[in-house]
């Protein structure tokens, strides 16, 4: 199956990259620009493609993410600290993003003859973002299968939406990823900053898998607390 993935250089999103190469037939990873606050984690997209020897595309939407004022990830609004399941994470919150870029990767797809457009939402994101649930992701495939009608049919590949961050975690181990080239923190620093709801979520996910986070962290004990371990 021909699949683009959309990579933003994560720990879940390079893990689809790998397996989709393992499983399937990768014909490129694509990253957006929405005007994020730091952009480090589109370098190590990139270095995924690479790694991969894959085509990289990065898109630039950086004035429509102007529009989508009001989060932590794109304002001039504190990151918040503490697990994602706590109600202050929905400050993270971008505007129909995922649908946004969806919709961008399924006509890139549809013209270069892909069979799937394949991204890593998944379980531990349904809290906060409803453009990650099994609901989302069934509508926007009828919806573009009505949009690129004559077309072909592109398939919404999202293996991962009903896995947690910890399944995810022990997949990319099984397929050998070095971790230490993935970033997930929200606040852009020299190092994961060990605080915010990805860093909490990503050491949580391998403690959960049983395998020792490569990660380099800020702060190294915040996260015990959050998750309640």
């Known amino acids: 199956m021909k699949t683009l993935v959309i990579c933003s250089g994560g720990l879940d999103s390079v893990t689809l990259a790998h397996k989709v190469a393992r499983e399937n037939e990768l014909i490129g990873l694509v990253s957006f620009d929405y005007g994020q606050r730091h952009k480090k984690e589109l370098a190590y997209a990139r270095t995924c493609a690479e790694t991969l020897k894959t085509d990289y595309t990065l898109i630039d939407i950086a004035n429509v993410g102007q529009q989508l004022s009001g989060s932590a990830l794109t304002d001039d609004v504190d990151v918040p600290d503490g697990h994602y399941a706590e109600d202050s994470m929905k400050a993270t919150v971008v505007?129909?993003?995922?649908?946004?870029?969806?919709?961008?990767?399924?006509?890139?797809?549809?013209?270069?003859?892909?069979?799937?457009?394949?991204?890593?939402?998944?379980g531990g994101d349904h809290f906060i973002y409803p453009d990650c649930r099994?609901?989302?992701?069934?509508?926007?495939?009828?919806?573009?299968?009505?949009?690129?009608?004559?077309?072909?049919?592109i398939r919404f590949?999202?293996?991962?939406?009903?896995?947690?961050?910890?399944?995810?975690?022990?997949?990319?181990?099984?397929l050998g990823i070095d971790f230490t080239q993935t970033w997930s923190c929200y606040k852009g620093g020299e190092s994961h900053c060990g605080r915010c709801g990805t860093c909490v979520e990503r050491r949580e996910a391998f403690h959960l898998a049983g395998n020792p986070d490569p990660t380099l962290y800020e702060d190294t004990e915040f996260w015990k607390a959050a998750c309640n371990v």
Not at 108 to 120: F, K, L
Not at 157 to 174: C, M, N, Q, S, W
């Open 157 to 174: 590949y999202a293996p991962f939406v009903h896995k947690t961050k910890a399944d995810i975690a022990a997949e990319g181990l099984r």
């Open 95 to 122: 505007p129909n993003r995922n649908a946004i870029m969806m919709a961008i990767a399924f006509g890139i797809a549809s013209s270069r003859g892909a069979e799937a457009v394949a991204a890593a939402v998944h």
């Open 134 to 153: 099994p609901g989302f992701v069934e509508a926007f495939e009828t919806m573009q299968r009505h949009a690129l009608e004559g077309m072909g049919d």
